[in-house]
Structure formats: structure tokens, C-alpha cells
């Protein structure tokens, strides 16, 4: 495994344990963040504080990654994310991350998914 697999899955054990604070660790303070067809976030005080709220919304989840290909200072990685809805209801839908780095931490993070259907 790479040091750049080992990052990204540590950031998505994160993200699953729907610890917005700790994503801090991630991310460049300038980082360009953008969810689905949302617009982006720029900052990482508003990434984590929109993490946070979005986290709010679920009651877990969960994603499989498929496959990490890196290039570069920019890594992609596929899967599946495994909701679970407040009310206790499941949906999983395939997604798609686009990652570049800096020095080590993510600036830009796109996130290819429609969560639409949550």
C-alpha cells in the first residue's frame, strides 16, 4: 500500500466516523471543497463546518473504496457509500473523489455523488 492509499483511506475512516474536526488534519487551510452539484467550499473552517452540518443530516455511513490511483499530486478513488438514514433507512450510491495535494494535504477535494435520493 502507498503512503497516498494509506492517506486516503485514513481520510475516509474520518469521514465515516462523521468526525468533522478531526478532517482539519487533511486539508490545507485554503482547500477547495465541492459535493455533488453544490458549490464549492473554500476554506477549510467552512469545509469542516459543512461536513459537520451534512454529517447532522445522516446517522452513519460507510464507504467502500474500490480502487485509489494516484498521479502526481492528484489521486482518485471510487466505491460505494452505505447511508443510513435518521429515520433508520438504508441507501448506497456509487461515488468518485478527485483529491489534489500540497505538501502533503488535500487543497482541492471533489466528491462525485448524487445525494439527491437522502
Known amino acids: 500500500m502507498t ?4 492517506q486516503v483511506r485514513a481520510l475516509y475512516h474520518t469521514v ?16 477547495r471543497f465541492q459535493l455533488g452539484n ?11 463546518d459543512a461536513n459537520a ?19 502526481a499530486e492528484t489521486t482518485i478513488c471510487n466505491g460505494e457509500v452505505h447511508y443510513v438514514r435518521n429515520d433508520g433507512s ?16 488535500i487543497a482541492d477535494y471533489q466528491v462525485y455523488v448524487n445525494v439527491t435520493p437522502l
Not at 466516523?17 to 487533511?26: G, Q, S
Not at 443530516?57 to 464507504?63: E, L, V
Not at 438504508?90 to 494535504?105: H, I, N, Y
Open 3 to 6: 503512503d497516498r492509499e494509506t
Open 16 to 31: 465515516d466516523r462523521r468526525d468533522a474536526p478531526a478532517l482539519a488534519e487533511f486539508l490545507t487551510e485554503t482547500v
Open 38 to 48: 453544490y458549490d464549492p467550499i473554500i476554506g477549510r473552517d467552512a469545509v469542516i
Open 53 to 71: 452540518g451534512f454529517f447532522g443530516t445522516i446517522q452513519d455511513m460507510r464507504h467502500s473504496l474500490n480502487g485509489i490511483w494516484s498521479v
Open 90 to 105: 438504508t441507501l448506497t450510491l456509487p461515488f468518485a473523489t478527485v483529491l489534489t495535494f500540497e505538501d502533503g494535504r
